[in-house]
């Protein structure tokens, strides 16, 4: 995650709130796999505070920050298997951690809030993983998203 900074502040103010708030959600999650010895409220509060000095308070403090983090971590077993379905020939132990994050939110918006277009959903991923991952990640990602949205579509 060494662009995060430098992705932050190269679109500081011409990105959307929600987007900022996924950039946040984001990093969290991923500091939430390396620490699961602690409980989640704790974590997140903790990540909030040291946040609180370059991310803007009106970020910070939003609900769908807290509640995308709870609902990732109340799911996270259906989110994992729907990401081991498709992630084909990758076994999910060897799936980079911050593509894992960028997938568990995805997935968790496209099957838990219906308000936001599949196509937002996928999109708001990939740029997600520009300044957090690579470019191989990014048709990763992009594959097992359209193999998750198609079979919620044909329910």
């Known amino acids: 995650m060494e662009n995060e900074q430098d ?15 996924r950039q946040c959600i984001i990093e969290f999650l991923y500091m939430w796999q390396v620490q699961r010895d ?17 991310v803007d308070a009106e970020i910070l403090q939003a609900e769908f920050i807290s509640e995308a983090v709870l609902g990732v971590v109340n799911h996270e077993a259906f989110i994992d298997d729907k990401i081991q379905k498709f992630a084909k ?11 894992l994050a960028i997938l568990r939110l995805a997935i968790y918006e496209l099957c838990f809030c219906p ?40 329910k």
């Open 38 to 54: 602690m409980p989640v409220e704790t974590l997140l509060k903790t990540y909030l505070e040291e946040k609180s000095g370059e």
């Open 7 to 21: 992705c932050r502040q190269e679109h500081k103010g011409t990105i959307s709130k929600r987007r900022q708030q």
């Open 89 to 99: 020939n990758w076994a999910f132990d060897r799936i980079a951690k911050v593509d």
């Open 115 to 154: 308000g936001t277009p599949v196509p937002v959903v996928i999109n708001e991923a990939l740029e997600l993983s520009k300044c957090y991952s690579s470019e191989d990640s990014k048709r990763f990602i992009n594959g097992i998203l359209d193999h998750v949205a198609k079979e919620d579509l044909n």
